[in-house]
């Protein structure tokens, strides 16, 4: 199955786009990159080119050198860009403190977000970080690309920013790092303009939603999550851009209960693949596990001798629910009380696969610790069709959204609002009724906020009545 | 159209809403889909881990997609993406994908292009050595260390991310490249409590923390800062309104009250944290975000404070090593980090990875009730004898 794009896609060529010839893209040789040095004296930097993992800085060092050797005109900010900055990062460390400035307002016209602002507090040392503005750019859902759009956003950001990026910021942007304010706009008129690619969320927006690799390469995608992260996305793009939120607001999309995207920690609208039917089994591969003949989990313990696969120990008796039995040499599972943990369906792949007949979980409010301490999502709506144009999430969200930026104070996130209002408040204001699942346990305590309208005869009484019955 | 040199490129600052575009989204996921992707979409029957790094789809079609998975660092350089499509075009017809733990993966449709492109992966190595692209990070091992700006982009850091990251991931190399542990195990990174890395469910979490109040500077927080907003800012109250002797409007702390967060700078450049000396390290463990067997777990906090001592931390690296290899010789196949320090008891975590107990690791804020233990089931450690002994029971 093929997806029509909301928008006509430009089909982006490289050759047509490219700023930098293949002689200046090759203009440094291994020598000359081995005997390189940079402008600061970095001693603690540069120890940091040791040792097996990629190291940072020998990669950082390879586009100052590139830099170095473009002509001067063939890039918008200063070329000792990249020196500065690790000179700044070992003036750092000698300091034991940052240099860089809080905060500073930077944007492009009309959005609120995308851009932060950052300005080095010793630009006398380092002018040419002086501003080193981050820009935060969408990326396509779940980070698949090819190298024509790699190759041309390279350049756009060589010859306009600093060359250094983060593949990728941790809520799932492509993050350009560095540049001036004077190139905020032409950055931003490319990229709409000629690359047909926008800015990320950031300050009290809908932050840059994420999503797992999905069905495009994962066997348990219990629903589309590219699809879903790509059409909410873009249907909420007033949301991303213009901040009208007490705070942020992340959706992030997990295919199945192991939450590869984290969502159930990170999102204050997790939503996380299911079914409501039966485990899939193939009672063949099941004997295929037991008689050693499939490596138990992908093989993912391939690296120690663990012993003889045993079906018993592994899976059944690790099942949190105990709805699995071996009976007549064949695995049978009570699908009623399975709690779909997915440990079953881990350890053997090839014999267990989800249900067919799935949607999605729905949690609320995780947060990391500011302030309150850190939240996780509460499950909310325990299952979801979701088919495009998801037009019962969207119905979902719009009530959530409301009711936040109403009553939300400044810097509240939803689960905070949650907590201040209780449960039964957002649950009357999502228009869904209570259910035990929704918590770990009922209360312990008997503090329940009665209403008036609970009780026969309402709350106005009269202490005549009262005294007519009792005497003082 | 190519893109533009001119200074200013085709932005006309003069008129800055000439022809503006916005709200563009995302550009669409499908074109950026190698052909094996798009055919066998939502048609994927079950995957293997061939060795470390490498994986195997097998689709319902029969076809076959082998995934070379490679550490990165999520701070990249242009010059180094250009070398990843360089490969992309050479072995995976110029596609290639990142993953949210900052992987790189390399894609093909045949074990022969999978051979040659995992012998050219390992043979690319930086001139000072390191590997550009190693080869792992999948099953019961250790993955790529995800992570926040720190020192080289962030205003509010408490320490570096992109060094300790470094400087771990080369201590415990081995284990990325190996599946040795009962589970797998996710370490996060985050440079301040603001946590933009999220690292409360991880496995380890490695926090920087301040452990000095604000210093204020009187000067400009009446013209800088909303004073109202840092007073609200601060979840202890610890901040109230003052003035200065020459009657400027400004705020006083309770020192004893703060409780390091840094919310009240987040909103007031007028009231930094950071300090060399006070600055460091907090270690946590045993969270995670998956809800195989155990529900998902909050990592707790195992180590308050170890020093930043740049550029390799060796206390911290020392840390999650004596860590790691107490869980993976002691832990039973598949249980995390969380689960087995459950199954043992707390007691028995710090026993086994040989980690002090302070009274920073017993709870003092919101909820800290609930951590309480409220039963006679304990086990006898070194650290019981001691409670025993000082209050004369022994």
Redesign the interface.
């Known amino acids: 199955?093929?997806?029509e794009?909301?928008?006509p896609?430009k089909?982006l060529k490289y050759d047509?786009?490219?700023?930098y010839t293949d002689e200046e893209?090759n203009n440094y040789t291994?020598e000359e990159?081995?005997n390189f040095k940079i402008k600061h004296d970095i001693p603690?930097?540069e120890?940091?080119?040791?040792?097996?993992?990629?190291?940072?800085v020998?990669?950082?060092k390879?586009?100052a050198l590139?830099r170095q050797k473009l002509p001067e005109d063939r890039m918008?900010i200063a070329r000792e860009c990249?020196e500065d900055?690790l000179g700044?990062?070992q003036l750092?460390?000698d300091?034991?403190?940052?240099?860089?400035?809080?905060?500073g307002i930077v944007g492009v016209?009309?959005?609120g977000g995308g851009v932060i602002g950052?300005y080095s507090d010793v630009p006398e040392k380092y002018p040419s970080i002086a501003h080193?503005h981050?820009m935060r750019v969408?990326?396509?859902?779940?980070?698949?690309?090819?190298?024509?759009?790699?190759?041309?956003i390279?350049?756009?950001?060589?010859?306009?920013g600093s060359?250094?990026?983060?593949?990728?910021?941790?809520?799932?942007d492509i993050i350009f790092?560095?540049t001036f304010t004077?190139q905020l706009?032409?950055?931003?008129?490319?990229l709409?303009?000629?690359l047909?690619?926008?800015l990320g969320g950031s300050g009290s927006n809908l932050r840059?939603p994420?999503c797992?690799?999905g069905?495009?390469?994962?066997?348990w995608?219990c629903f589309?999550t590219?699809d879903m992260c790509?059409e909410l996305?873009?249907y909420y793009?007033?949301e991303?851009?213009r901040p009208a939120f007490p705070y942020k607001f992340k959706f992030k999309f997990d295919g199945c209960?192991?939450?590869?995207?984290?969502s159930?920690?990170?999102a204050d609208m997790s939503f996380i693949g299911t079914w409501r039917d039966e485990i899939r089994i193939d009672q063949e591969a099941v004997q295929a596990y037991i008689n050693g003949e499939i490596?138990p989990?992908?093989?993912?313990?391939?690296?120690?001798d663990?012993g003889k696969f045993d079906i018993q120990k592994?899976v059944i008796d690790?099942c949190?629910t105990k709805c699995m039995r071996m009976e007549d040499g064949k695995l049978v599972i009570d699908n009623k009380e399975c709690t779909?943990?997915?440990?079953c369906i881990?350890?053997m792949?090839?014999a267990l696969?989800p249900g067919t007949d799935t949607g999605v979980s729905i949690l609320f409010g995780a947060k990391?610790?500011?302030?309150?301490?850190?939240q996780?999502s509460m499950l909310t709506i325990p299952f979801m069709k979701v088919e495009p144009p998801y037009d019962n999430v969207k119905e979902l969200i719009e009530k959530v959204w409301d009711w936040w930026m109403e009553e939300g104070k400044?810097?509240e996130r939803l689960g905070e609002l949650i907590q201040r209002y209780g449960v039964p408040k957002f649950l009357e204001v999502i228009e869904v009724p209570p259910m035990p699942q929704m918590v770990k346990e009922p209360r312990s305590n008997p503090y329940i906020f009665w209403k008036e309208e609970d009780v026969p005869g309402g709350w106005q009484r009269d202490i005549k009545d009262y005294r007519a019955k009792h005497k003082r | 159209?190519?893109?533009?040199?001119e200074?200013?490129?085709?932005?006309n600052?003069d008129k800055?809403?000439e022809?503006?575009?916005?709200?563009?989204?995302?550009?669409?996921?499908?074109?950026?889909?190698?052909p094996i992707?798009?055919k066998n979409?939502?048609k994927?029957?079950?995957?293997?881990?061939?060795?470390?790094g490498v994986?195997v789809?097998v689709s319902e079609t029969g076809d076959k997609?082998f995934?070379v998975r490679c550490?990165?660092?999520?701070?990249?350089?242009?010059?180094?993406?250009?070398e990843?499509?360089e490969i992309?075009?050479k072995y995976c017809d110029?596609?290639?994908?990142?993953?949210?733990r900052?992987n790189?993966e390399f894609?093909v449709d045949s074990p022969e292009k999978l051979e040659a492109l995992k012998k050219d992966l390992m043979s690319r190595k930086?001139?000072?050595?390191?590997?550009?692209?190693?080869i792992g990070g999948?099953?019961?091992?250790l993955t790529n260390i995800?992570h926040?700006?720190?020192?080289?982009?962030?205003?509010?850091?408490a320490t570096?991310a992109?060094?300790m990251v470094?400087?771990v991931?080369?201590e415990l190399?081995e284990y990325?490249q190996?599946?040795?542990f009962p589970a797998?195990v996710r370490i996060s990174m985050?440079c301040c409590?603001?946590?933009?890395?999220?690292?409360?469910?991880s496995d380890i979490a490695l926090l920087g923390y301040h452990r000095k109040p604000p210093v204020i500077d009187h000067e400009v927080i009446e013209a800088m800062c909303e004073i109202p907003?840092v007073i609200?800012?601060c979840?202890t109250g610890a901040i109230s309104p003052a003035k200065t002797e020459d009657g400027k409007k400004t705020v006083k702390i309770k020192q004893e009250r703060c409780m390091f967060?840094g919310?009240c700078?987040t909103m007031c450049?007028a009231v930094?944290l950071?300090?060399?000396?006070g600055?460091g390290v907090t270690i946590l463990a045993g969270g995670k975000?998956?809800?195989?067997?155990?529900p998902?777990k909050?990592s707790k906090v195992v180590v308050p404070y170890l020093p930043?001592n740049?550029?390799?931390y060796p206390e911290v690296c020392q840390t999650v090593k004596k860590i790691l290899e107490a869980y993976a010789s002691d832990a039973k196949?598949?249980e995390r980090i969380g689960d087995w320090a459950e199954r043992i008891g707390w007691e028995k975590f710090f026993e086994k990875c040989d980690l002090p107990f302070t009274e920073h690791l017993i709870d003092d804020?919101?909820?800290a009730y609930d951590t309480y233990r409220t039963s006679t089931q304990f086990k006898y450690t070194e650290a019981a004898w001691e409670v025993s002994k000082a209050a004369g029971g022994i």
């Not at chain 1, 120890?47 to 940072?56: A, N, Q, R």
């Not at chain 1, 390279?154 to 306009?160: A, G, I, K, T, V």
């Not at chain 1, 209960?257 to 984290?262: D, K, Q, R, S």
């Not at chain 2, 975000?289 to 155990?294: A, E, L």
Request: glycine letters at 8%; one cysteine or more.
């Open positions: 199955m093929a997806f794009p909301r928008e896609q089909e047509e786009l490219r700023i893209l291994e990159l081995k603690d930097v120890e940091l080119e040791k040792g097996p993992w990629p190291s940072f020998a990669d950082a390879r586009e590139h918008m990249v900055l700044q990062l750092s460390f300091d034991g403190e940052t240099h860089w400035k809080h905060g016209f009309g959005y950052r080193f981050t969408n990326q396509p859902a779940s980070k698949f690309y090819n190298t024509d759009y790699l190759r041309s390279c350049d756009l950001w060589e010859y306009r060359g250094l990026m983060n593949m990728h910021g941790s809520t799932g790092l560095g004077e706009e032409p950055i931003f008129y490319e709409t303009h000629v047909q690619q926008d840059t994420s797992c690799v069905r495009a390469r994962c066997e995608a589309d590219q790509y996305t873009h793009q007033d991303l851009h209960p192991n939450c590869c995207v984290a159930i920690a990170r490596a989990n992908g093989g993912a313990h391939a690296g120690k663990w592994e690790l949190p779909r943990c997915m440990h881990n350890v792949p090839q696969r990391a610790p500011i302030l309150e301490g850190a996780m400044n810097r | 159209m190519a893109l533009s040199t200074r200013l490129g085709r932005y600052p800055p809403m022809n503006r575009i916005t709200d563009l989204g995302p550009r669409h996921f499908w074109q950026y889909f190698p992707i798009q979409y939502g994927w029957k079950y995957h293997e881990i061939l060795e470390p994986l789809h997609v995934t550490g990165g660092c999520r701070f990249m350089s242009v010059e180094h993406v250009r990843i499509c992309a075009d110029g596609y290639v994908r990142f993953t949210t900052n790189i894609m930086h001139v000072s050595g390191s590997y550009k692209f190693p999948t099953g019961a091992g995800v926040t700006q720190g020192y080289l982009h962030c205003h509010t850091p570096d992109s060094s470094k400087a991931l080369d190399f990325f190996g599946m040795t797998q985050a409590l603001n946590m933009c890395g999220a690292v409360h469910c907003l609200a800012a979840p967060c919310n700078y450049l930094p950071s300090d060399k000396e600055d975000v998956s809800n195989r067997i155990h998902p909050f930043n740049f550029p390799r196949k598949y804020y919101r909820l």
